[in-house]
């Protein structure tokens, strides 16, 4: 499946992933919405885009971690018919800490974003897909999906809940031409740890544009989900054959920055 032609909607795209899936696709011919808090960031990437490629950029600057946001969006979508044939689910953040000494409002907002806004954004825009028989979902998951994360608890398991829905999605779907994709990097040169602080670093650290093109070589291929980098996918089996305890104890003394005994 390509992209030259398609429209797609990249969420987070002020930065980091977003910013490169935006770059990407672009360079291969995609038209593109793009969809984050700040709009300056947006118009300033946006300008460029279509001066380097020539393609169509819509700007629309959204909260998504605000409760109602998705639905106004969709509403604007429609309101400007701009026809969204590929998803980027990519806006999100972490936090690293115990959850005992987290505000509870910020791991309320960070399901609210990392989970719930990606679940609603789909559901408004696959069935569309589905009719039509072609485009998709590229969901960006992490690692971190793989196993529980003490220390990093909560955005653990936002990740397997993006994991464990995009390869549902991925079974739905495949029949009717439309491709879902889960991207699960590693640590990736992002401004996402001066969010989630530098503690949950872990790991060896990769370029989002090769990050980036992996997902899409991925989505493209049908795949159901992509792990970022050999010892990633090490690191992501190992779990597997792992006793469950043994797992968050390993995870835990990693995250807390003690190496497993």
């Known amino acids: 499946m390509e992209v030259r032609g398609v429209r797609a909607l990249v969420t987070g ?48 600057p959204t909260d998504l971690g605000r409760p109602g946001a998705v639905p106004e969006l969709v509403h604007r979508l429609a309101r400007d018919d701009l026809t969204v044939d590929l998803l980027v689910n990519n806006a999100g953040f972490g936090w690293h800490g115990d959850l005992a000494e987290a505000d509870p409002a910020r791991m309320v907002a960070m399901v609210q974003l990392n989970c719930t806004a990606l679940v609603e954004l789909t559901t408004h825009l696959l069935p569309g897909m589905l009719t039509r028989g072609r485009g998709g979902v590229l969901n960006v998951a992490s690692i971190a999906a793989y196993q529980p994360l003490p220390h990093m608890a909560v955005y653990g398991a936002t990740k397997a809940f993006v994991l464990s829905f995009s390869e549902a999605l991925w079974g739905e779907a495949r029949a009717r031409g439309v491709h879902v994709t889960a991207l699960c990097p590693g640590t990736t040169d992002t401004a996402f740890f001066d969010i989630a602080g530098h503690g949950a670093a872990v790991g060896p650290h990769q370029d989002a544009r090769e990050v980036v093109a992996l997902g899409l070589r991925a989505w493209r291929q049908g795949r159901p989900s992509v792990v970022g980098g050999r010892r990633n996918t090490l690191l992501t089996m190992t779990p597997r054959v792992t006793p469950r305890r043994m797992v968050a104890l390993i995870s835990g003394r990693v995250m807390s920055g003690r190496r497993p005994a």
């Open 13 to 60: 795209a002020s930065s980091g992933i977003g910013a490169e899936f935006a770059e990407q696709l672009a360079a291969a011919g995609a038209d593109l919405v793009l969809v984050a808090r700040r709009a300056h960031l947006l118009a300033e990437l946006a300008a460029g885009l279509r001066e380097r490629h020539g393609v169509r950029v819509a700007v629309l």
